[in-house]
């Protein structure tokens, strides 16, 4: 527990010492939900639906996800390139430990910063949110999901090492597939869609939030399946980087 | 022992070629000793570490930490390790000191008051109790080395790795490292320290390793290695004048005389037990100057890394 909570405070040091930063992602968060709030973009009517719940839900799952990939990677690559991820692999924890904690941290702190900036906006509009909660259901398994992800992407950054470009595309890339409506999709396609990360949940969200009747069983055990094989899928490709790494002893090389 | 490693190997490929980075490697690591693990760039001293550090898995080979057999598992090492690397950051430099304690100590399973007191204590020991609240990056490159060290000893381990720890430091903070280690190691820390510094290595080391193309050529003690290395004792000693043939003759009776300039001669001593001979012999003689000439260790691993000397080499060594 003390090497979570080591990776919490270092967090929460940082976040206060560079507080200009903090408070100008901050406002750049607000900004952009404002282009949603008032405009009318991809993400808003897309993801989830137009509705102010709908908006919010889908705000915070974008951003979310957004952090996870590129935080995430951005954070093991500075680590890397300034050594101190060698340092890190000598504590007395596993490597996979590691970088758990470092997805914990990300995800908590990213949805954090969305919910402040969400009850910032609803209180500067006036108009608060109620949503079903069964959404959060399907929100907490988008969590297990994104760990997986998390040590996706944390296994592409030790093996191809400088992949900041592939990241941002990686983000783009899966906004497109959030915003597909695979729930209205033939049921084959359906069926292979939410193989994909995410998408049984977000469409689950989709339907919960904008009234749509839905099938909650199906859902409920594809998100369940979908949680726990990319769980899987992201240690299994971990470890045979993390082994990799070691055998070629390329930990270092950046 | 603290560490055994035992007929460690690890090579590489690149493209056709097979380089042995590290080959049929064995040494002892004592308890409370210092020992400098020297060599030339490239010769593996770095990939051992990593080796041992389990950054790298080796072709074969067993390393055994306080007797126990390490596999898979590296925890029981790493337990007890503290790690500098060379050129590396092994500390965020946008934390103090305290900040940096807790975390580190927090990744060792400390808990942060406990980890912050150790880092005051050892900052205390090291008289950089004034940089406690100071971000890393306004301090000079000796403090932040000495920082990351106290980062590294933050868990009291009984064991300390360091890659080049006076890379870049001035003569001022190459001698806090050395009281540094001096202390610890009188605290029964073992330390491994890779150098290029030998005059830093001859000062604090009490056992040498010397590695030259992935091979140990040498390990033993310090004090081992440069009685090896001067058996013979040599003078320099400078006349007034230059010696005559009569004087000459007498000296070889017991040394070599070679001269260097027209009044210096270097005087080499057949056997030591003619020591008070020889000085009652030169004080009859009109004497500028003596001095006594050691090989230094500088000397004594620019001799190994020649090509063709190696550990069976050590007699030969004596003379050369």
């Not at chain 2, 109790?129 to 000079?140: H, N, Y």
Request: aromatic fraction near 10%.
């Amino acid at each position: 527990m003390t090497t979570l909570k080591a990776e919490f405070q270092r967090e929460l040091i940082i976040y206060r010492r560079y507080l200009f930063s903090s408070v100008s992602d901050l406002v750049l968060t607000i900004l952009m939900f404002m282009g949603i709030f008032w405009g009318s973009n991809l993400i808003s009517t897309g993801i989830i639906g137009s509705s102010l719940s709908a908006l919010i839900v889908g705000f915070t799952l974008w951003t979310t996800i957004q952090n996870t990939c590129s935080m995430l990677g951005n954070d093991v690559i500075n680590n890397a390139k300034s050594g101190v991820l060698q340092q890190l692999y000598l504590m007395p924890i596993s490597s996979k430990r590691l970088f758990f904690n470092k997805s914990i941290v990300n995800v908590i702190v990213s949805l954090v910063q969305s919910v402040v900036v969400c009850l910032v906006l609803m209180y500067l509009t006036g108009q608060w949110i109620h949503f079903a909660p069964i959404i959060i259901l399907p929100a907490l398994l988008s969590l297990v999901t994104l760990f997986g992800l998390g040590y996706l992407i944390t296994s592409v950054v030790l093996k191809f090492k400088r992949v900041g470009s592939f990241l941002a595309i990686c983000q783009y890339f899966y906004l497109g597939v959030l915003l597909t409506q695979f729930e209205n999709a033939p049921a084959l396609v359906k069926n292979i869609a939410n193989l994909l990360p995410l998408v049984p949940m977000v469409s689950w969200m989709r339907m919960a939030i904008n009234g749509i009747h839905y099938n909650a069983v199906y859902y409920l055990i594809f998100s369940i399946v979908n949680s726990i094989v990319w769980v899987i899928v992201g240690i299994v490709v971990f470890n045979r980087v993390d082994k990799n790494i070691k055998q070629n002893g390329t930990l270092s090389f950046f | 022992m603290l560490l055994k490693v035992k007929n460690l190997n690890k090579s590489f490929n690149t493209g056709k070629k097979k380089i042995m980075a590290i080959d049929n490697l064995s040494f002892e690591i004592p308890e409370g000793k210092i020992t400098a693990f020297l060599g030339f760039n490239g010769a593996g001293k770095t990939t051992s570490l990593k080796a041992i550090l389990n950054l790298l898995v080796p072709d074969k080979g067993e390393i055994y930490f306080e007797d126990k057999l390490l596999k898979n598992d590296f925890t029981a090492l790493l337990e007890q390790t503290g790690v500098v690397l060379e050129s590396a950051q092994n500390m965020f430099l946008d934390l103090t000191p305290m900040e940096n304690f807790a975390y580190w100590g927090g990744q060792r399973g400390l808990d942060k008051y406990t980890a912050q007191r150790n880092g005051l204590e050892l900052l205390r020991k090291f008289n950089l109790l004034s940089k406690k609240d100071t971000v890393i990056f306004k301090l000079s490159r000796g403090t932040q080395q000495i920082i990351a060290i106290c980062c590294a000893l933050i868990a009291r381990p009984k064991f300390l790795i360091l890659d080049e720890p006076t890379l870049g430091l001035d003569i001022e903070a190459v001698k806090t490292m050395e009281k540094m280690l001096q202390i610890l190691a009188s605290e029964n820390v073992a330390i491994l320290l890779t150098t290029h510094e030998l005059s830093f290595a001859q000062k604090i080391a009490d056992q040498i390793l010397l590695i030259k193309k992935g091979r140990l050529i040498y390990s033993g003690t310090k004090n081992e290695c440069l009685a090896k290395f001067n058996q013979e004792k040599i003078f320099t000693v400078k006349f007034l004048h230059p010696l005559s043939d009569k004087q000459e003759i007498g000296l070889k009776t017991i040394s070599k005389i070679v001269l260097l300039t027209d009044k210096t001669y270097e005087v080499t001593l057949f056997d030591k037990k003619y020591q008070g001979q020889l000085l009652q012999q030169l004080a009859q003689l009109e004497l500028v100057d003596i001095k006594t000439k050691s090989k230094s260790l500088n000397e004594i691993v620019d001799f190994y890394m020649k090509e063709g000397n190696s550990y069976d080499d050590t007699q030969s060594g004596i003379s050369a």
